[in-house]
């Protein structure tokens, strides 16, 4: 037998097969069966050429070692997506459907040097004064309204209904957002990722934002807005809006999926519904095996260079796949030793994910109170049947469909009372009446009935 006999093979399915080609990251095929195209990868080496939309060229990183190397030599890979030299060239468009998230704005994701510390530490400052007391009983108050709402039916599709909606809902109190602007927050934020609409779903989120702002600088309040705005690094009103719609943006998608995976992990293992209070173990598993941002933290380098072998050239795109990395035989030994937080699906380095422990403790709380209001949950069809979504860089399902007993809505469920209230009726003066039919609003006349 020769090395052309033992040579894995592109999944099927896959447009490489047989040809050497890139590999394509998008298509059913891929959404299917990531982890039989991350293997194949491993082939190339540390790093590989793949396809992330048509003509979309990028390098790959699967390899543990090498995706450290990478994140944390911010001088040779920089982060400015101005640097991109195929979209530079004309190559792409920024009509492409990758390009929203990948192309330059002015905010901490594609910052660098003294421009990128000074716009991260603004958010992690404040983002460090959010009270986990506090976060609990939002997330305990919005959970009960969301499941109110789907309760009595004995059924529901715990994406849309429930994992979707309820990181806006949390950012939306956090950020102190009033009844007509968290409303059009959340329609943006919704037709940016759904792709229902995208531009004219940025146009909104961009606005409500900047409105927002305008908000907060003449009454703000006990909120993430004011205190971005009250930092040390006296962001300007175009950087404030831009780190607010980074942090809106960024932080609900990869939550929701994370809620989403997690509760998709409990459903599906009989283990966790044999041995009972493992929600955190559940969630542990999936940032390892089924992280919600599977490939992301775009690179660019500097100078021409090499990575891990892999030769690069200025202004390349270079992505990271945490979903490779964390399942490639080097973590697998750490796992196995009890190393269970040493995955890479917060990434590392620099640009590491500022939010991670507010987003573990909103989805610990999300999924155990929905557990605990429907301890008869289960998936509503056979596990097969259920469809990931398309993409190269999240790993979401695109719905969970399930099953309990009917429960006849109890208003106290959910409600903290005291001090609970959302930030906005502090921070923003007297509530103005809300605006009907939009979701931030419907909560809030929810919460006062």
Not at 290 to 311: F, T
Not at 425 to 447: C, V
């Amino acid at each position: 037998m020769d090395a052309h006999d033992t040579a894995p093979l592109p999944p099927p399915g896959c447009p490489a097969h047989g040809s050497g080609g890139r590999v394509p990251l998008y298509g059913p095929e891929f959404a299917a069966a990531p982890q039989e195209y991350y293997e194949y990868l491993r082939h190339f080496g540390p790093a590989a050429p793949v396809e992330l939309a048509p003509g979309v060229e990028a390098t790959l990183v699967t390899d543990y070692a090498a995706a450290l190397q990478l994140l944390q030599d911010s001088g040779t890979y920089r982060k400015d997506s101005r640097r991109w030299r195929a979209y530079n060239e004309g190559r792409i468009g920024p009509d492409n459907p990758v390009a929203p998230l990948l192309a330059y704005r002015p905010n901490c994701m594609f910052a660098d040097g003294a421009d990128h510390l000074r716009l991260r530490q603004a958010v992690t400052d404040s983002m460090a004064r959010v009270d986990t007391r506090r976060l609990s009983r939002s997330t305990e108050q919005i959970s009960g309204y969301l499941i109110s709402q789907f309760a009595a039916r004995g059924s529901a599709d715990l994406l849309g209904d429930y994992a979707k909606q309820l990181p806006l809902f949390v950012f939306n109190e956090l950020f102190g957002c009033p009844a007509g602007i968290g409303d059009r927050v959340l329609f943006g934020i919704s037709g940016m990722f759904d792709g229902v609409n995208a531009e004219k779903a940025t146009e909104v989120l961009f606005q409500a934002v900047g409105e927002l702002v305008a908000l907060k600088r003449s009454r703000p309040g006990e909120d993430v807005t004011s205190w971005l705005m009250q930092h040390q690094s006296a962001l300007t009103d175009e950087e404030m809006v831009h780190q607010l719609a980074l942090l809106l943006g960024a932080g609900a998608e990869p939550l929701r999926n994370l809620i989403g995976n997690t509760l998709h992990r409990l459903l599906t293992h009989e283990r966790y519904a044999r041995e009972g209070g493992l929600i955190d173990e559940a969630l542990d598993d999936t940032l390892w095996e089924n992280p919600p941002m599977s490939n992301y933290a775009p690179h660019y380098p500097a100078a021409d260079v090499e990575l891990a072998g892999h030769p690069l050239r200025a202004g390349d795109l270079v992505l990271v796949s945490f979903a490779a990395a964390n399942t490639g035989p080097a973590l697998q030994a750490a796992r196995q030793a009890g190393s269970n937080r040493a995955h890479l699906a917060w990434s590392a380095g620099p640009h590491a994910c500022p939010s991670k422990e507010p987003a573990r403790h909103i989805t610990v709380t999300a999924v155990e109170n929905l557990l605990n209001e429907l301890p008869d949950l289960e998936l509503a069809v056979p596990e097969d049947s259920l469809t990931w979504r398309p993409g190269p860089f999240n790993r979401a399902l695109a719905n969970l469909p399930a099953r309990f007993t009917p429960v006849r809505e109890d208003r106290g469920a959910g409600r903290s009372t005291g001090d609970a209230a959302p930030a906005q009726h502090s921070a923003s003066g007297p509530a103005r009446a809300p605006e009907r039919g939009g979701m931030w609003s419907s909560f809030l006349n929810w919460l006062t009935r």
